[in-house]
């Protein structure tokens, strides 16, 4: 259930309508647009509620939700969420380039990587430092001296840092050092780790389940918003299909649909979309023309030897940099705002493929 206040309605009536909300068992989550405060009802309220608040002065409606997640959904936050990460906007026209290794291998190669990512004109980088394999005899990641890797190249390059986190111990040190907290797909559903990173402010993208519904997908968002974080991003990276050609089936769909069921930002992962080198650049062109806030992107200097075995679906840093400088032509023609740093071409000089 939400309750939608009149335009002139004050702080401290607001404030009233909550407490009489708050009064009643449930909790209330308030969302300020551009028009209209909206206060979200979030537990099992008594049917009497909804009128009493109905005739509550500066109460313009009251309506009733039939989704199972309310803080995610737009009927609750009309408007779309940006998240500012120290001045790094994703959400609404920005878009955002995320790119980066698979995983941090050693402090050589995650410095030269976010040099050429920077250079490009990527705003952020990034690398695992825990990795979840398959197979119990792959490379796990290096660990958290992988994520002081990672931090101090971040912070040497001017990136943002994004890394996964798999269980609920490793996030406070994860956020420690990250400036963004990704979810795998595995751990869609882990939700402890969902209901831990509902309490740090630390902003999280949470990529959707191989196998999941968008319902599902939207109720694991709900997990962390309700928990208190508010900076949620879903990412888009593939969903398990009976084709076998590519790594999993991009569902270019789910960009639209989601930003019309909720106020969150869309990020696309091509890479592990279609996992598949020479496919990343047209899946994440046609993302960002399907409205993508941003996109998440592999990017090795030596993919053929990288230490997980991705580099399969790892871009070159060159096709990397010469994809950004599409994505900055194509994104003003669907609305989108991105540019890249007018780095000279003796950026790429030292690197060779």
Known sequence: MIVITNPTV??????????????????????????????????????????H????????????????????????????????????KIGGDNLVIMGGPCA???????????????AAGGQVLRGGAFKPRTGPYSFQGVGVEGLKMMAEAGRKHGLLTITEVMTPEY???CAEYADILQVGTRNMQNFDLLRKLGEVRTPVLLKRGFSS????????????????NKDVMLCERGIRTFETYTRNTLDLAAIPVLQGLSHLPVISDPS?????????????????????NGLIVEMHTDPDNSMTGDGVQSLFPDQFAALLKDLEQLAPLVGKRFSTEKAPAAAFATWQK
């Open 171 to 173: 996030v406070d040190v």
């Open 104 to 118: 941090v291998e050693s402090p050589e190669q995650i410095d030269e990587i976010a040099r050429l990512v920077k």
């Open 10 to 51: 004050t702080e401290e009536r607001i404030a009233e309508i909550v407490a009489h909300i708050e009064k009643a068992g449930v909790q209330a989550h308030v969302s300020r647009g551009t028009d209209r405060t909206v206060i979200g009802i979030i537990g099992q309220a008594e049917p009497t509620l909804s009128e």
């Open 213 to 228: 519904t968008y319902d599902e997908f939207l109720n694991a968002a709900e997990y962390i918003l309700a928990g208190g």
């Open 272 to 292: 592990h979309g279609t996992g598949r080198r020479e496919l990343v650049e047209p899946m994440a062109k046609a993302s960002v023309a399907a409205g993508a």
């Open 53 to 88: 608040l109905r005739q509550m002065k500066g109460v313009e409606n009251v309506i009733k939700i039939s989704k199972s997640y309310k803080l995610a959904s737009r009927d609750f936050h009309p408007d779309d969420t940006i998240i500012d990460i120290k001045g790094v």
